[in-house]
């Protein structure tokens, strides 16, 4: 063999393992990518059972922005004890985040407007919870809903407008 044509073969061989590892990189980080979504939205599907929502969201929706502690404590202790989980739900969620384990993003996509809903009407009920029990009851669901105010997915959009036109 020529030493041209063995010069060729090197070249081309090289080539095909630069590629190669670019390749795998690519790969590799897409695979840790989907991993890291899926591990998220497990999270979030594990704190966030379609029955808790279900019973906490009833229970928002019922009180006025704003609302009063007295007027979560007229919902009765069985709305309150669900109200309560939801807080801490939203606690360990803004914990996460935090933590980076999930990111803000997939939180405001999948929970971000009952997150920044529960936070707009039981702040005053935290604030009553804090005088009773210390400064940093629900400091993570505070931060959550500070977090996501500052920095929306979607501008306050809903998901139906903002992703509209989206084809499989």
């Known amino acids: 063999m020529t030493p041209e044509l063995a010069l060729i073969f090197q070249i081309i061989s ?35 059972p379609p029955e808790l929502v279900a019973r906490t969201a009833r229970r928002l929706f019922a009180l006025p922005e704003d609302a009063t502690a007295e007027q979560v ?54 604030e009553r919870v804090r005088e009773e029990s210390g400064p940093s009851s629900f400091e993570w669901f505070q931060w959550l809903y500070e977090q996501l105010e500052a920095h929306p997915v979607s501008k306050g959009a809903a998901a139906h407008v903002v992703h509209g036109d989206w084809r499989p």
């Open 73 to 126: 404590d007229a919902l009765g202790p069985e709305a309150e004890q669900a109200l309560l989980v939801a807080c801490i739900t939203y606690e360990h969620l803004g914990y996460l985040v935090y933590q980076r384990i999930i990111p803000l993003r997939t939180v405001d996509e999948v929970v971000g407007g009952t997150a920044r809903l529960a936070w707009q009407r039981l702040r005053k009920w935290v």
């Open 14 to 48: 090289t080539i095909t393992v630069v590629i190669g590892f670019g390749f795998a990189t690519y790969q590799t980080l897409n695979i840790r990518r989907q991993r890291r979504a899926e591990v998220a939205l497990t999270l979030i599907n594990n704190l966030w």
